[in-house]
């Protein structure tokens, strides 16, 4: 199965707007907007998210060809599926190591 590290990044956070207010005013990053409850911050070429969770947490993507069987084949080398919402939606996956990634399909990426 190959991976693609994507564009996108996730800093999942209890103080999500306090968060995104110092990434904008210190950092200087623009808020594009919302995609779901996260601030989508303009850092180009990279996506950055800010997102509302109960814990810090920063959250890789993985682009694969295949979610169901990159699912698999990393719950098989000891990866650990914590949030599963499907094609499309959040399907968060933490490493033996302690990094999570959001897993996207997107068989274009691999052409």
């Not at 993985?62 to 499309?88: N, S, T, Y």
């Amino acid at each position: 199965m190959p991976f693609k590290l994507s564009r996108c990044i996730n800093l999942r956070h209890p103080a999500q707007e306090q968060v995104a207010e110092f990434y904008r005013k210190v950092l200087g990053f623009e808020v594009d907007g919302k995609v779901g409850q996260a601030f989508e911050m303009n850092t180009d070429p990279i996506r950055f998210f800010v997102d509302k969770a109960e814990s810090r947490e920063l959250v890789l993507e993985l682009l694969v060809p295949d979610l169901d069987k990159a699912r698999d084949e990393l719950v098989a080398a000891g990866c650990q599926v914590i949030c599963w919402e499907g094609k499309g939606q959040d399907c968060y996956v933490r490493d033996p190591f302690g990094t999570t990634y959001n897993l996207w399909e997107e068989p274009d990426a691999f052409k």
